[in-house]
């Protein structure tokens, strides 16, 4: 199972750019201060030797790093998930410095990635999802701060 997981992690950083929807134009917008997924989330990837960590901040900022990337990102996210539990999570990157990420890959300016997170009832973890539906979820991020 834990090969399989690690699988679709890899999977996750080599083909999250398939997954987007790049003529959509983001208009970043502020979360109420008590969202559940204000934070900073982490990935494990150990199989690359690498970690990936997203920061969502209140103001509708991202900063990511993974492996050599450090980007930023302005993005909207639903104030509640959906009735299917789902948070929709729309991000289009604005600053890169160029670097490759976990896998290899480097992403454009103005990529735009449409995700969707199932919130653990712990709050300290989801799970990423390019569906509504457990079958499309590649990823699971822990909160780290």
């Known amino acids: 199972m834990k090969a399989f997981t690690r699988f ?3 999977l996750f950083l080599g083909t999250l ?3 987007s929807a790049s003529a959509q134009d ?3 917008k502020p979360l109420p201060p008590d969202h559940p997924l204000i934070g900073t ?3 494990e990837l150990p ?3 690498c970690f990936e ?3 969502l901040r ?7 790093m993974s492996g050599e990337e450090h ?5 909207t996210l639903s104030d509640k998930p959906s009735d299917k539990g789902f948070y929709k999570w729309v991000d289009k990157l604005t600053k890169s410095n160029g670097q490759p990420d976990c896998s290899g890959h480097q992403v454009e300016i103005g990529h735009v990635a449409v995700n969707y997170i199932k919130l653990h009832p712990s709050k300290d973890k989801f799970l990423l999802c390019t569906a509504e539906d457990f079958k499309w979820c590649f990823a699971e991020f822990y909160r780290s701060k």
Do not use: H
């Open 53 to 55: 960590e997203y920061e």
């Open 17 to 19: 750019l398939c997954f």
């Open 8 to 10: 679709f992690t890899a």
């Open 58 to 64: 209140a103001d509708g900022m991202k900063y990511s």
């Open 41 to 43: 989330w982490r990935i």
């Open 26 to 28: 983001v208009v970043r």
């Open 71 to 75: 980007n930023e990102s302005e993005f």
């Open 47 to 49: 199989d690359l030797k």
